[in-house]
């Protein structure tokens, strides 16, 4: 489902700035559905600006006013809206608990109940997620149940988890807002969201961490794990998952997981990466730099949004830098 919508077009980036307070009311109203705002210590001249770029199932956001926004969400969220804070300070009420959130601290909304945020003169990186992306994921990872997943806390399970949550969300945000050529690749796409959904698992507390991991019967035929690695073989240059792999297997995830240990000795999604290593190494042999070929092309073709992951990657197999192959 979520690498579908990646598939389905390129990223969307919005810019909004305004200096009413109506303006800025207005557009987040549009954004969160059923939300009641007020604004407080409005002094001099009132400035809103809002950035956001939409990639499939995930939506990067920076957030900034030298004011205070109260916003009352009547109804509970359908999505997960992270909160890195850069300046000032989030305060959230739920009616159990009040959270105070500062800069370089992060924050993930209270879903399934009704809550406040008051925003104080602030600067803030958002990421939005849908729920059943992080679900399948966790799913992915360690076999529990979509239904059974949820996050059982708002806050990181540690500061240091916290800390790390904030820098992904700002190479994911300076990733978004960079040079568009990476984000036309469906598996730069992908591999941004990969990253920041099992941060998230990481970093929040959710149900997926205390998951019993069962061990699943392992299919004795060969048939799964070859129908799996056809497939791969056939999907690689596409944002594909551990769970469309499964199915075109025609077994659960977790078997899969479990066939490819016992006959492979790695997973689908290690098979996965080392096929497409395979592949940029054979396009690095083809290209021409003489006629425009380029490390950078082929890095972004196959998934890798830096130069620094491939060459650490490839030069562990096949003992060289991609720019030595590509020129010799």
């Known amino acids: 489902m979520p690498h579908d919508a990646v598939a389905a077009g390129p990223p969307i980036w919005r810019r909004y700035e305004t200096r009413e307070v109506s303006g800025a009311h207005d557009v987040i109203s549009q954004e969160c559905v059923g939300i009641e705002l007020r604004s407080h210590d409005v002094t001099g001249q009132f400035t809103y600006q809002q950035e956001s770029v939409q990639a499939g199932p995930v939506l990067v956001s920076r957030l900034r006013c030298g004011a205070d926004i109260e916003g009352h969400f009547l109804e509970p ?62 799913t992915e990872r360690t076999g529990i149940a979509p239904v059974d997943f949820r996050f059982e806390a708002i806050t990181p399970i540690s500061r240091e988890m916290g800390q790390f949550w904030h820098s992904t969300t700002t190479h994911l945000y300076d990733l978004f807002n960079g040079p568009s050529e990476p984000l036309r690749s469906p598996l730069v796409v992908g591999a941004a ?86 592949r940029a190494h054979r396009d690095l042999l083809k290209a021409d730099p003489t006629q425009g070929g380029t490390v950078d092309a082929v890095a972004h073709r196959w998934g890798y949004p830096h130069l620094g992951r491939l060459a650490a990657d490839y030069r562990a197999v096949h003992g060289q830098s991609p720019t030595d192959t590509l020129h010799t």
């Open 77 to 138: 969220l359908t999505d997960l809206i992270f909160l890195s804070v850069l300046h000032g300070q989030v305060e959230t009420r739920d009616g159990r608990d009040e959270t105070r959130t500062g800069p370089g601290e992060v924050l993930l909304n209270p879903t399934g109940r009704p809550f406040t945020n008051i925003c104080r003169d602030f600067d803030i990186h958002g990421v939005t997620l849908d729920p059943r992306t992080v679900a399948e994921a966790a």
């Open 193 to 278: 969201i990969d990253q920041v959904t099992s941060a998230a698992l990481a970093v929040f507390p959710n149900s997926a961490m205390t998951a019993p991991h069962r061990i699943e019967a392992v299919p004795s035929p060969a048939g799964p794990v070859r129908r799996a690695v056809s497939f791969i073989e056939t999907h690689a240059d596409e944002p594909i998952t551990v769970t469309q792999i499964a199915d075109a297997a025609r077994v659960t995830p977790r078997a899969l997981q479990a066939a490819f240990r016992r006959q492979l000795g790695t997973t689908p999604m290690a098979y996965l990466r080392r096929t497409r290593l395979d």
